[in-house]
């Protein structure tokens, strides 16, 4: 297979589902998304899908969620100083937030992308064992 013999495709596959499943989540959440979201979303996806590549199978579904809520509040916060701050485009801000960091993410919101993780975590691992005919996802909670 193709995707298998070429990592630039896998990744560039696996960015389009991670930005467009970003995306999708802002717009069922708050009605509206924008395109800096979607390649948030990708970079995402492909960085949650590395931790078992990087770390190995023996890192409890727990601990990749919260490695994942991590990586995602760590995009986010780079997408919003970048475009929001810099750029100056007020595509969101949790300003009124509490535990916010100024205004481009807050500990609730990491919250939320701790438990919408696994989500991510287990499509990445079925894509791959599916789709790459990588290893069969096997996974411990704890």
């Known amino acids: 297979m193709l995707l298998r013999k ?6 560039i596959l696996f960015f389009f589902i991670g930005g467009f499943l970003y995306g999708l989540i802002e717009i069922i959440s708050r009605g509206y998304s924008h395109i ?3 390649l948030a979303g990708g970079i ?6 590395l931790i078992n590549e990087v770390v190995s199978w023996k890192m409890s579904l727990i601990s990749q969620m919260v490695v994942s809520a991590g990586i995602i509040t760590i995009v986010e916060l780079v ?3 970048i475009v929001n701050v810099w750029l100056g485009l007020n595509v969101w801000d949790y300003s009124s937030k509490p535990y916010n960091f100024m205004g481009q993410i807050c500990l ?7 438990l919408l993780s696994p989500l991510a975590i287990i ?4 894509l791959r064992y599916f789709l790459l005919k990588e290893e069969k996802p096997r996974y411990k909670i704890f």
Request: include cysteine.
């Open 6 to 11: 070429n990592n630039f495709l896998k990744y």
């Open 36 to 38: 800096s979201m979607f």
């Open 44 to 49: 995402c996806f492909i960085l949650i899908g």
């Open 79 to 81: 997408f919003g100083l």
């Open 108 to 114: 609730l919101y990491t919250g939320y992308w701790f």
């Open 123 to 126: 499509l990445d691992d079925y």
